[in-house]
């Protein structure tokens, strides 16, 4: 407008045509004698004030159209989010200060009427705030009342509507306009429309748009709140900008969202889903748009001024006020900042870029001090991983390594320059402390790891102090490892070689940690192999443990090997898992059988599935490897608690209800061992779940938690304890018995320690060498003269019998009939099949054995000779307990050998033994004197391999005799004298890597525990076949009657399971040969077909025939992408070469046929049911091999136009090169199925448009 007073040639008197201007002026402009001097150019501004004026609102309501429309369309609302809570308060507390600035405006600040206004539009705040009656009935009655009361006061007073408006009662009288005009005034005349005037707003314009979508976004983040509903803000806002597209084809300003409108009707009405008030106000619009706005005229301004004051007192007090109750002490003083900015400027664009800056520097001041560290670092020993790879004993040997080597710092929020000084800090002060202290190399800090999982991200500064972190820790020989790394973050550290994403990234904390166990772990076993060169018999027992462990799952099982008589495979099966398809039990399953890990490896998945897709629903709790147990709940008859699918192929046993019961009938021993297992790895499973929450929390008051939680370990431990036999009660020497041993070392003081009390195995294995050692001071292992071999009992007869029919075979000797022969590579495993496992394989007979030469093998392995003397000392001994009949109890043999060896033995695992004897004698509760001796024999024999290991121990001791005074640890010396150490090896090294119970604080010294765990451990990971199901016949092995009571026909023939949602997982479970005729026996030839063309890895034979049928699919691909490239289209082709392209797809066809034939007449014999054979047809893969084999029967063959006019020919083709992308999966070939895809979408490509070109 001035622009335009100033074109015409008018003075500028546009200041009093302003909204606020209506305060009285003394200029006249285009009215009075100023438009009688200057009628042309009055009425020229007018025609162009009115043209421009409807082009720029129309204008700008268009573009605001289009950048809410654009705002939705993106879905970019929802970074609205990340706007400060304080800059929302405050521009709408600015808001609500601009309407009332405006409510004072209209009542000329004068006192009576804005304080009338004022109370009246408070009034009606609080009705709606409050829920004073019903408003929808109160808020109308509030404002026409006062209505009513003031034109019934002018005109009983007297007065009119044109007193009341020249008394400034009233605004000035506004004509009524037809609607039209406004296209009529603008399009019509739009050479009236002054661009050059209208440009000279676009500053105004841009700082309009800005402040009008800040004012949307805020509000519709500030009301979607208040409303019972869940709006979609991107629909809003883009709904909004439709509307204000129209609204501008019709000139008018832009407007309220409707969301506004809903909360305003939701306050009123209380009522969501109400729509009446919308059609009400729509209506009325609608009326006063098309007839006339003359009522306005009418309204005091008392009365709009009452209505400004209610619409701003919403802002005002639940912005300005109401936001104390949420805002901290400095966000509401932002808040005031940015009221007193707008107060100041008159500029919301100010208010809000001055808010901007005030919450960033609040910000930049409040998180710089917070450290970038989620709690405080972890070290390798307080991160618990989901995978285990070794066993608990050689777990706890090697976790003081693990917290001298890994350092874990978990980062979080954003890092930035103030933050990531934390961080640098605390790495290089513990780089300086290893200085300062002057740690060994092999102590001092190996892996940094950042567990970038609650990372937000980094700027410069952060990443450059990342960047010096890892670069000091090149220069120290430490790597540095990151986890949960999002992409982005990680192609950024990549880019400024931070990362390197090949080598040093995780999936997550946990694979990051068991990588650095690994590595613990080979570290572990090469010192380990260091220590075992001292003595010969540390590495043959060494050889002997891992030949168990290749054999069976149950070293860590059976602590004794009394509780091992009576042959465990006897009741129990055997099952073969597959990697992805083997689910061995679901949550809430119930009846499932008891596993054991024998190889390979099964997840346990914990939570709540969601559809189908297993693996994503839950939560992946743990990986369990060889001897640990599955199922546990089922022990206890409840139903399974986790999903257990494996991860890797291998082999289990498994318990099925009837076999447990079996087992605790006829073994309760047994079963009680695998009950004590059990409830071992339950309660370390709960340790570890616990510690795991306990490090995810990390507030302060974690501290106060701590010792809480150490007191609940140890509850746990005493838990564990009483399921253990104590130290006393177990090996407690007998008074005297201490001059009596020939150990050098206490050891009665070594099972008193803390640290074996909760690692039973080891304790047992100590245990066992106390026992050797009581045994060689007696002299049971002294070269002499040949001594007396005493019998077997029946039982260990028997386990023998059925450990030699398990491996034998039957095959023709000579001439003579064929007979049942064990083969001599066989022997060591029958021999560990009985539980003999302090045999080397080499020291077995090199020949084929028959079943009495095995028996006779077994009896010396089984027994150890007794010598004379040793046999008249048993006879005493006997005579002292004999009644007069020659037998004594059975329960009497454990005081008698105490007696005889001078040490306590466990009753339960004595009794066990002694029962292998009782049942020959009559009654079946007495033994013999030379059934007592055998008893002797057996522990004896088993002690053999213990007493190797201790004349090891004392010869690095130095021991010239068994009386020497008493030693509680081995010194560094003691390594010097007796081992040259290779080059780079310190014997330092070597006993703080083994100095597992003092946490490598030893000082030069091992303590005697953590010296023979060395030689107890194992620390390599071992992988074997159980032992197969008996092959042969009853009659063949036993009498009828024994072997339905002892053999092993009770494995089942198969396992299935079969979840709720009707989709079964079979699981097969090696078949029993024994079974009877009538029993469904499965085609073997159909399992070897599929084997051979579905299983790569099952066997040479089936990998040579998949890299054969995958050159073949290599040749059929290289002859589609030639044909057309050397004989063009088939149109154009001679009928020599269509007939040589043909012969070449006629056999490439016959290939692809006989091989989708025999896996279907394979599948089908496997299960002859017509769905079996019409479901062969819906896996992808097969639906892909009959497409491309089928073009050549119905094309060729059957001479169908229809199918050529389908494309069937190219299409065909194609799924004849997809072919190759699904081959390059089964022949281990990852290469080529990028390669494939490439041709497969340019020949496709090609295909296609030759078909259509032709």
């Not at 059988?593 to 997840?603: E, N």
Request: proline content about 4%; aromatic content about 10%; charged content about 20%.
């Amino acid at each position: 407008a001035e622009d335009l007073a100033m074109q015409v040639g008018l003075s500028d008197g546009a200041d009093s045509r302003r909204l606020k201007s209506s305060l009285p002026t003394s200029q006249d402009f285009c009215t009075g004698q100023h438009l009688l001097n200057n009628r042309f150019e009055c009425e020229t501004y007018h025609e162009q004030l009115r043209a421009t004026t409807i082009f720029a609102v129309a204008t700008s309501s268009a573009m605001l159209g289009v950048i809410y429309f654009a705002l939705g369309r993106l879905r970019l609302t929802a970074y609205m989010s990340a706007i400060p809570l304080s800059i929302t308060e405050g521009f709408l507390a600015c808001i609500g200060y601009k309407v009332f600035n405006y409510a004072l405006y209209f009542c000329q600040f004068e006192p009576l009427h804005f304080m009338s206004a004022a109370a009246l539009g408070l009034l009606l705040y609080f009705c709606k705030a409050l829920h004073i009656g019903r408003p929808a009935i109160v808020l109308p009655l509030v404002l026409m009342i006062p209505l009513g009361l003031f034109w019934g006061g002018v005109f009983a007073l007297g007065y009119d509507a044109a007193y009341m408006r020249e008394s400034k009662w009233l605004f000035s009288e506004m004509e009524n306009e037809p609607f039209y005009l406004v296209w009529a005034d603008c399009l019509g005349k739009h050479q009236q429309i002054n661009l050059n005037a209208w440009s000279k707003t676009v500053p105004d314009l841009v700082v309009m748009l800005i402040v009008c979508t800040l004012d949307c976004a805020l509000k519709l983040r500030a009301t979607e709140s208040k409303l019972p509903l869940q709006p979609d803000p991107d629909a809003e806002i883009m709904r909004f900008g439709v509307f204000n597209c129209l609204l501008s084809s019709c000139g008018g300003a832009v407007t309220y969202m409707q969301l506004k409108f809903s909360v305003i009707s939701f306050g009123v009405m209380r009522n969501a889903d109400d729509r009446r008030a919308g059609m009400f106000f729509a209506i009325l619009c609608g009326v006063c748009y098309f007839t006339t706005i003359e009522l306005f005229n009418y309204l005091p301004r008392v009365f709009l001024s009452a209505l400004l004051f209610f619409a701003g007192a919403g802002f005002v007090i639940d912005n300005l006020w109401g936001s104390r109750k949420y805002l901290h002490l400095s966000e509401g003083l932002e808040i005031v900042g940015i009221v007193a900015v707008f107060v100041i400027s008159g500029q919301l664009l100010f208010a809000v870029l001055a808010g901007s800056l005030l919450s960033g520097i609040a910000f930049i001041a409040k998180y710089a001090r917070v450290s970038a560290i989620a709690g405080r670092p972890l070290r390798g020993n307080e991160v618990i991983t989901r995978e285990r790879p070794v066993g608990e004993v050689a777990h706890q040997s090697l976790i003081h390594i693990a917290a001298a080597w890994m350092l874990i710092l978990r980062l979080k929020g954003y890092v930035f320059f103030s933050s990531s000084q934390a961080i640098l800090q605390c790495i290089e002060g513990h780089f300086r402390d290893e200085d300062r202290n002057g740690v060994p190399h092999y102590k001092r800090l190996k892996y940094i790891i950042f567990c970038a999982k609650m990372l937000d991200g980094m700027d410069a500064s952060g990443a450059l102090c990342m960047l010096r972190i890892r670069r000091a820790a090149a220069r120290r020989g430490v790597r540095v490892l990151w986890s949960d790394l999002k992409e982005s973050l990680a192609e950024e550290l990549n880019f400024r070689e931070i990362l390197d994403v090949e080598l040093d990234r995780y999936e997550d904390l946990d694979a990051a940690v068991t990588f650095v166990e690994h590595q613990i772990l080979d570290y572990r076993a090469a010192q380990q192999d260091k220590w075992m060169q001292l003595h010969p018999a540390f590495e043959a027992d060494a050889k002997l443990m891992r030949q168990r462990i290749c054999f069976e799952p149950f070293r860590e099982i059976f602590l004794s090997e009394g509780a091992r008589i009576g042959c465990p495979w006897r009741y129990c099966s055997r099952l073969h898992i597959k990697r992805g398809e083997t689910i061995l039990c679901r949550t809430g399953d119930a009846n499932q059988p008891l596993y054991l890990i024998h190889s390979g490896a099964v997840a346990l998945w914990e939570g709540t599935s969601a559809g189908n897709d297993h693996s994503r629903a839950k939560r992946l709790s743990s990986v369990r490897r060889q001897g640990w147990f599955l199922n546990t709940q089922a022990v206890f008859g409840q139903p399974a608690s986790a999903d257990a699918v494996a991860v890797e192929d291998g082999e289990v046993l498994c318990w099925s209800k009837e076999q447990w019961w079996q087992l605790a009938n006829e073994r309760p021993l047994m079963m009680m061992e695998l009950m004590k297992a059990v409830m071992r790895q339950e309660i370390i499973f709960k340790q570890e779940h616990d510690l795991e929450h306990f490090n995810d929390a990390e507030n302060e008051r974690d501290s106060r938690r701590r010792d809480a939680f150490k007191d609940s370990r140890q509850h746990n431990k005493d838990a564990l304890q009483t399921m253990l036999p104590s130290p006393a009660q177990t090996c407690e020497p007998t008074p005297g018995g201490q001059e009596a041993l020939a150990s050098p070392i206490i050891l009665s003081e070594v099972l008193g320690q803390k640290s074996l009390q909760t690692l039973p195995q080891l304790q047992a294995r100590i245990t066992d060498m106390f026992i050797a050692s009581a045994l060689g001071a007696l002299g049971f292992f002294l070269p002499g003269e040949e001594g007396i071999l005493p019998e077997l009992p029946k039982l260990l007869k028997e386990c023998l019998r059925i450990a030699f029919f398990t491996f034998a075979e039957r095959r023709a000797v000579g001439d003579d009939l064929p007979q049942i022969v064990l083969p001599a590579s066989r022997v060591i495993k029958a021999l560990l099949h009985v539980g003999i496992f302090h045999v080397h394989a080499e020291e077995v007979c090199k020949d084929d054995l028959l079943l009495e030469g095995f028996l006779d093998l077994g009896r010396k392995c089984h027994l150890a000779r007794l010598s004379p003397s040793q046999l008249e000392k048993i006879e005493l001994l006997c005579s002292r307990h004999d009644d007069g009949t020659g037998l004594f109890a059975v329960a009497e043999t454990t005081h008698m050998l105490k007696m005889l060896f001078g040490i306590e033995f466990d009753v339960a695992i004595n009794d066990a033994v002694a029962q292998c004897w009782g049942p020959e004698t009559y009654p079946d509760t007495h033994v013999t004197s030379e059934q007592f001796a055998g008893i002797v024999s057996w522990y004896v024999k088993r002690r053999e391999r213990d007493w190797s290991i201790l004349r090891g121990v004392f010869q690095i001791l130095k021991c010239t005799n068994n009386l020497l005074s008493d030693r509680t640890s081995v010194e560094v010396g003691d390594l010097r004298s007796h081992f040259s150490a290779p080059e780079g090896t310190l014997p330092e090294e070597m006993i703080w890597a083994a100095d597992w119970i003092s946490g490598g604080q030893g000082q030069g010294t091992l303590d005697v525990c953590s010296f023979l765990t060395v030689f107890l451990t194992n620390l390599q990971l071992q992988s074997g076949r159980l032992p197969p199901a008996c092959a042969f016949s009853e009659s063949d092995v036993l009498d009828a009657a024994e072997w339905h009571a002892m053999s092993c026909d009770s494995i089942p023939e198969s396992i299935a399971y079969s979840p709720s949602d009707h989709t079964a997982v079979a699981i097969s479970i090696e078949e029993d040969p024994s079974e009877t005729a009538d029993s469904f026996q499965t085609p073997r030839w159909a399992r070897i077909t599929l084997d051979l063309l579905e299983i790569p890895e099952s066997s040479k034979a089936a990998l040579c025939i998949t890299r054969c049928m995958a050159g073949v699919v290599v040749l059929n691909v290289i002859c589609i992408c030639l044909e057309p490239l050397i004989s063009g289209k088939r149109a154009n082709q001679t009928s020599e070469a269509r007939s040589i392209w043909l012969t070449a797809d006629i056999f490439f066809i016959s290939v692809f046929s006989l091989d989708l034939l025999l896996r279907w007449l394979a599948t089908v014999s496997l299960d002859p049911k017509l769905m079996t054979a019409v479901s062969f047809f819906t896996h992808p893969a097969n639906i892909c091999d009959l497409i491309a084999i089928c073009e050549i029967f119905f094309d060729h063959l059957m001479h169908l136009p229809l199918l050529r006019a389908l494309m069937l020919e190219r299409i065909a083709r194609i799924f004849r090169i997809a072919k190759l992308v699904m081959l390059s999966k089964d022949s281990k070939l990852p290469a080529v199925a990028p390669l494939a895809a490439f041709i497969l979408v340019i020949m496709g490509m090609y295909l296609i448009y030759i078909e259509q070109d032709a």
